[in-house]
Structure formats: structure tokens, C-alpha cells
């Protein structure tokens, strides 16, 4: 479930190469909020009719459900709009609200507001970002900002997994059951 880039990263470096003239910004930032749109949509899905039969399947977000369903249960409805902004929680949370039943309607509009938000603000960042390196340091070559940003987001993902590794293990959290009970199957 863990990548390299995220879909954060991918989108400051699409912005970086829209201003560069390689990519159209509009149509990266839209291909950003319908791909993650439709991602969440689907996820929430499963997880709303498949239960927790779907979610043992992942041991990433079966570990992270406690947590999930506190953050929830406490946020109700703006949890659906934060979670895109927590790293590690994103697509639990996305899961919780399925397994917790939220209404679909509104899970839906929450979401793509979201999205939509998070697409336009990292897509300019990162448009913005190599506009600002490009007046500040006088670089515009797009080879340097790029490889720039590559590495950054490597030394961020290196620090994330050495922390992560640091942490008891997910095989261990397997075994354990989150806090919501795994709904009983009418008969």
C-alpha cells in the first residue's frame, strides 16, 4: 500500500514540468481530483459492503483502523475532508467511513470537495514553487528542480519508513481486532 511518490508528489512534480511548458496544468490538476476521487469512491464502497471481510485483506489499514475510528467517531463528516491531508491515515480513514456506514450522498460531496481543493493546491504549489525557484536562484532548468524534488521526496519517504520500521510490526496488529466490532451478519 506504501509507495515511493505519493499522489502529492506527483502533482508538485506535474506542476513543476506545467511550468516548464511539458504538461498543461488544468489538465494535470483535473486528472489529480478525478483519479483521487474515484480511488476514494471506490474504497469507501468496498468497504461499506464488504466490511471487514475487504479490509483483513490489507494489513497496512487493519493496523491503522483504531486509530482511524477514533479520529471518525470524533470528526464525523470532516474527517472524510482532512483525511486527504494525513499522511498514514488517508486511506483508513476513507475505509472507517465505509465500514461506520456514513451516508454515501454525503461522503461523496465531502470527498470531491476535498479532492478538488487538494488537486488545485498542490498543482499550483508546485507550478508556483519552480516559478519562484526560477526568479530566486535564476534556474530554469527543469533537469535540476526536478531531480531537486526527487530527492526530497526520497529523503521523506526514507524518514518516514525508518520510523515506521521502528514501530511494532503490522503482523502484530493483524491478530488484534479494531475498536468497532465487526458488524454481526443479519440473518
Not at 79 to 95: E, I
Request: net charge positive.
Amino acid at each position: 500500500m506504501l509507495t515511493l511518490f505519493e499522489g502529492e508528489t506527483v502533482l508538485i512534480i506535474a506542476g513543476i514540468l506545467a511550468y516548464q511548458g511539458l504538461l498543461n496544468v488544468e489538465l494535470s490538476i483535473l486528472s489529480a481530483f478525478l483519479g483521487s476521487t474515484i480511488g476514494d469512491q471506490m474504497y469507501f464502497h468496498l468497504a461499506r459492503h464488504e466490511g471487514y471481510r475487504f479490509v483483513k485483506r490489507f494489513r497496512y489499514i487493519w493496523g491503522t483502523l483504531p486509530r482511524a475510528e477514533k479520529f471518525v467517531k470524533r470528526y464525523g463528516m470532516y474527517a472524510v475532508f482532512f483525511s486527504r491531508y494525513l499522511y498514514g491515515l488517508r486511506l483508513p480513514l476513507v475505509v472507517m467511513c465505509g465500514l461506520v456506514r456514513m451516508p454515501p450522498i454525503r461522503f461523496s460531496i465531502y470527498n470531491a470537495g476535498s479532492a478538488l481543493i487538494w488537486a488545485v493546491s498542490y498543482g499550483f504549489l508546485g507550478y508556483f514553487f519552480s516559478e519562484a525557484i526560477g526568479l530566486v536562484v535564476g534556474i530554469k532548468n527543469i533537469e535540476f528542480i526536478t531531480a531537486a524534488v526527487i530527492a526530497i521526496a526520497a529523503v521523506i519517504y526514507w524518514i518516514f519508513r525508518t520510523a515506521q520500521s521502528r514501530k511494532t510490526p503490522a503482523e502484530s496488529s493483524m491478530n488484534s481486532k479494531p475498536i468497532a466490532e465487526e458488524p454481526k451478519q443479519e440473518e
